[in-house]
């Protein structure tokens, strides 16, 4: 694992919207597979000791996937990625929102859209994140929930199994 690797995360509140980039130090088509597969996602998806847990997911344009983070109490928290595009090894366009476990978006937070692209650069692979929120009261929400450092934590993850699978 490559420790210069880091999660920069940029808030844009005139905008409403966080930047996250990433480099992984791994093939562009592995990093994409981690991010949409599910057996590949509930393996760092979650900031430890949570775990994310998949209850369906299809991948595709106007595909879902309905996950939850399980607390190490075992409360779960469910969320849904509502895919507006999918595009193989390039990225994807989604709607996510926090909800029940039959899928009914929690109106509270609305959605937020995340567009996530992925390129490939000389020492492995670029992740772009933008998620725009409804507000920027939402916005300072997300990140009050503590978004930055569960989303590091989990990219450190992802970090781990990519070296898991060079074994």
């Known amino acids: ?6 999660t920069t995360i940029t808030k ?3 905008n409403r919207k966080i930047l996250v980039v990433r ?7 592995e990093v994409w597979r981690a991010w949409t597969e599910s057996d590949l996602l509930d393996q760092w998806w ?10 369906s997911m299809d991948c595709c344009s106007g595909g879902m996937w309905h996950y939850y983070m399980q607390g190490p109490d075992g409360s779960r ?3 849904r990625a509502d895919y507006v595009t999918v595009s193989s090894n390039e990225g994807f366009e989604a709607l996510t929102a926090f909800c029940d476990d039959k899928g009914s978006i929690n109106q509270q937070f609305g959605q937020s859209n995340w567009r996530v692209r992925f390129s490939e650069i000389e020492a492995g692979t670029r992740v772009n994140v933008e998620i725009t929120f ?9 990140i009050a929930m503590g978004f930055k450092e569960g989303f590091t934590m989990a990219h450190s993850n992802l970090d781990e199994l990519l070296e898991m699978q060079k074994v």
């Open 1 to 6: 694992m490559n420790s210069k690797n880091q």
């Open 46 to 55: 979650a900031p430890k000791p949570w775990k994310a847990v998949t209850v």
């Open 77 to 79: 928290h469910y969320s």
């Open 134 to 142: 409804a507000s920027v009261d939402v916005l300072e929400q997300f």
């Open 12 to 14: 844009d509140a005139a």
């Open 23 to 29: 480099n992984f130090d791994a093939p562009l088509e």
